[in-house]
T-cell receptor, first 110, second 116 residues
Framework: RKEVEQDPGPFNVPEGATVAFNCTYSNSASQSFFWYRQDCRKEPKLLMSVYSSGNEDGRFTAQLNRASQYISLLIRDSKLSDSATYLCVVTYNYGQNFVFGPGTRLSVLP | SAVISQKPSRDICQRGTSLTIQCQVDSQVTMMFWYRQQPGQSLTLIATANQGSEATYESGFVIDKFPISRPNLTFSTLTVSNMSPEDSSIYLC?????????????FGQGTRLTVV
């Protein structure tokens, strides 16, 4: 079993749609959790961190369930510019080790 | 934050040759990381490079194939040796830096390698 698993995708949604991505991780010692975004032919960049209490950044909401070892990302009112691959990332060993999920590709269509 | 300059951005190489990828960071960092991202796949860690010591390689990666240099705290190179078409991939260097109470990973722009 892979350490971090994500919805395989791709997700093709119309502009304005709400889309949710799921992620599970296997290492219960994982300490920090993130969503990274990778545009086509670009490097990954941090989208947002994920806390147990949940956190929101504009149209983006991230949730963490430590008991279920589950992370989610919700995007509301999708924009064309949201088209990218979304990587679920967990860290352990006090942030020294990053483990990347396989990514879920999102295409927002006009 | 950290800004990483990685080069070359892309290259097409003949099988059997070697390519050295360079990464320059705008600040001193203890560890630098080298990843491979094959088409449609996520990032796989190749090795961790510390200044002044030999790099630590992940399972499936060996020093003879991917020698790494780390001459100082702002620079590292990764060499892909004796290349074959299976080495065609994107190679990314990365550093981790504390930001707002957590550690964030920053990446170079990546090197897109095609071996023919």
């Amino acid at each position: 079993r892979k350490e971090v698993e994500q919805d395989p995708g791709p997700f093709n949604v119309p502009e304005g749609a709400t889309v949710a991505f799921n992620c599970t991780y296997s290492n219960s010692a994982s300490q920090s959790f993130f969503w990274y975004r990778q545009d086509c032919r670009k490097e990954p960049k941090l989208l947002m961190s994920v806390y147990s209490s949940g956190n929101e950044d504009g149209r983006f909401t991230a949730q963490l369930n430590r008991a279920s070892q589950y992370i989610s990302l919700l995007i509301r009112d999708s924009k064309l510019s949201d088209s990218a691959t979304y990587l679920c990332v967990v860290t352990y060993n006090y942030g020294q080790n990053f483990v990347f999920g396989p990514g879920t590709r999102l295409s927002v269509l006009p | 934050s950290a800004v990483i300059s990685q080069k070359p951005s892309r290259d097409i190489c003949q099988r059997g040759t070697s390519l050295t990828i360079q990464c320059q960071v705008d600040s001193q960092v203890t560890m630098m990381f080298w990843y491979r991202q094959q088409p449609g796949q996520s990032l796989t860690l190749i090795a961790t490079a510390n200044q002044g010591s030999e790099a630590t390689y992940e399972s499936g990666f060996v020093i003879d194939k991917f020698p790494i240099s780390r001459p100082n705290l702002t620079f590292s190179t990764l060499t892909v040796s004796n290349m074959s078409p299976e080495d065609s991939s994107i190679y990314l260097c990365s550093v981790e830096a504390p930001v707002k109470g957590y550690t964030e990973a920053f990446f170079g722009q990546g090197t897109r390698l095609t071996v023919v």
